[in-house]
């Protein structure tokens, strides 16, 4: 079992940034591949990125490419998301999710969520 916490978000102007943070309860956690997501106002939940568990790849939207970062720290148990150059539009509540096998960007296969840490970037 993994037990995942969100923290970071805020009220940032557009231009802004802000690093999100995802602590891990549990063992083991360099076993687990963790994503981002987020899901704003009224729209489906979208994949922002992922990282596996070594840390050694990474993919992101395209949505997002360029601007946000996703790294860990498998000794603090913790995945970031350094979000750079915010925008309007990446206003949304932000989730970070674990798989032990997936990697990829549909929420489904991933067995652990947190609650989400809520990101408002205003024009």
């Known amino acids: 079992q993994v037990q995942l916490v969100e923290s970071g978000g805020g009220l940032v102007q557009a231009g802004g940034s802000l690093r999100l943070s995802c602590a891990a309860s549990?063992?083991?956690?360099?076993?687990?591949?963790v994503a981002w997501f987020r899901r704003a106002p009224g729209k489906e939940r979208e994949f922002v990125a992922a990282?596996?568990?070594?840390?050694?790849?990474?993919k992101y939207a395209d949505s997002v490419t360029g601007r946000f970062t996703i790294s860990r720290d498998n000794a603090k148990n913790t995945v970031y998301l350094q979000m750079n150059n915010l925008e309007p539009e990446d206003t949304a509540l932000y989730y970070c999710?674990?798989?032990?096998?997936?990697?990829?960007?549909?929420?489904?296969?991933?067995?652990?969520w947190g609650q989400g840490t809520q990101v408002a970037v205003s024009s």
């Open positions: 999710a674990a798989s032990n096998s997936y990697w990829g960007p549909t929420p489904g296969p991933y067995s652990f």
């Open positions: 990282i596996t568990g070594s840390g050694g790849s990474t």
């Open positions: 549990g063992r083991s956690f360099s076993r687990y591949n």
